[in-house]
């Protein structure tokens, strides 16, 4: 038994400290694709290229007392030193000097997870110890003279594999600070479909191909071109024009926001013979927090035991918003609806009031309706 016990402590080190091929390896057989991911959240995931993770990893209790970097599981999963990094009160903290750390989460190792299991804190990706084997959706991979390709449709066709790190994400209370909640009844929406779809373009310089599988990832990061089909709006006004009604379909399997860092935004104004009235914004967000002096206030993350605030849109659902205004024929209404990285009120507290990419407003639709 002792040494099943030793021989289980081994390989759970070196499943956390496997080897994986570098980022600028894959970029010579797949251009195309390196510069599509080196530009995306995937490529900049570790505190050194994202300054709000860095922001709130700075404030957090883990980082003050180099406890560990527990956010290394999905932001830097082929660090050469990631067990160090996960274990706890050994003063291990993530090194802007180590290589495999700036990997982020890194093309080898996507291309190798072989499973998803299901964790009540988090998921954990189970990774192929087969260095040079990589999956892939592709009923007919074809080969390559510098690694293997297999078919493994029950992960990649649908983004099973995303779920490892996309699914959930529980704090040290036990209490579930995001999650990506999917419903299963959504029509021909999925991970890959909406934030991997197909561009033109061969997917390696070995491919006579026409397309590949976009490696850029869009979401809030990114450029929103692709996810505002899924976010449509609609204006209009009752009969006696004492009030119009924006409308947002959210056609989407999750949630409008998923990480209560964020906030959404729903901007409209009225403008009548070149006069623009500003209506109230709109505010949609998810506020988690805690019970302080018998009332729910909001918390850091790390400190949040409940939701305080949820008016986020559920997935595949309409919102309405109505707006009671005196309207005339000929009133152009204008309706914009976009988000924030950072909530507003947030941005003081961890020092991103001067982040050009914590304070800009994203837009993913916008409306004109004119009053008949």
């Not at 890194?106 to 299901?118: Q, S």
């Not at 959504?186 to 479909?193: D, L, P, R, T, V």
């Not at 926001?257 to 949609?284: C, E």
């Amino acid at each position: 038994m002792k040494k099943i016990l030793i021989l289980c402590a081994l390989s759970a080190f070196a499943m956390a400290n496997m080897h994986f091929e570098k980022n600028k390896k894959c970029s010579e057989c797949h251009p195309t694709i390196y510069s599509e991911y080196k530009t995306s959240q995937h490529g900049k995931a570790t505190i050194f290229k994202d300054p709000i993770h860095g922001a709130v990893y700075e404030k957090h209790p883990q980082y003050n007392k180099k406890e560990k970097y527990r956010c290394g599981h999905c932001h830097t999963p082929t660090a050469d030193n990631l067990s160090a990094l996960l274990k706890s009160n050994n003063g291990v903290t993530p090194d802007a000097d180590n290589e495999t750390q700036n990997e982020a989460v890194a093309c080898a190792y996507c291309h190798r997870i072989e499973d998803v299991k299901h964790g009540v804190a988090m998921n954990k990706n189970l990774v192929s110890l087969k260095e040079k084997v990589y999956f892939t959706s592709k009923s007919n991979p074809g080969t390559s003279p510098f690694h293997g390709i297999k078919t493994k449709k029950s992960i990649f066709k649908d983004g099973k594999m995303c779920i490892g790190c996309h699914s959930h994400k529980s704090n040290k209370k036990e209490f579930q600070v995001c999650a990506t909640d999917l419903n299963n009844n959504a029509s021909k929406k999925n991970c890959i479909e909406c934030h991997m779809h197909k561009v033109d373009g061969a997917p390696s310089t070995m491919s006579t191909g026409k397309t590949h599988t976009f490696h850029g990832f869009p979401g809030l990061h990114g450029d929103l071109t692709n996810l505002s089909q899924y976010v449509t709006m609609n204006i209009s006004n009752t009969s006696d024009k004492k009030m119009f009604t924006v409308l947002i379909n959210h056609d989407v399997p999750h949630a409008s926001l998923l990480h209560p860092l964020r906030s959404s935004k729903l901007v409209v104004t009225v403008t009548r013979n070149g006069s623009v009235t500003k209506m109230q914004d709109r505010i949609i967000a998810k506020t988690i927090g805690s019970i302080k002096d018998g009332k729910p206030v909001p918390t850091p993350p790390w400190l949040a035991t409940q939701i305080v605030k949820n008016t986020t849109i559920p997935a595949n659902t309409k919102k309405a918003f109505p707006y009671a205004w005196d309207l005339k024929s000929g009133d152009v209404i204008t309706a914009i609806f976009g988000y924030y990285l950072v909530k507003p009120k947030a941005l003081k507290k961890f020092d991103l009031k001067e982040n050009k990419e914590a304070t800009k407003f994203r837009v993913i639709r916008k409306e004109t309706f004119t009053v008949k």
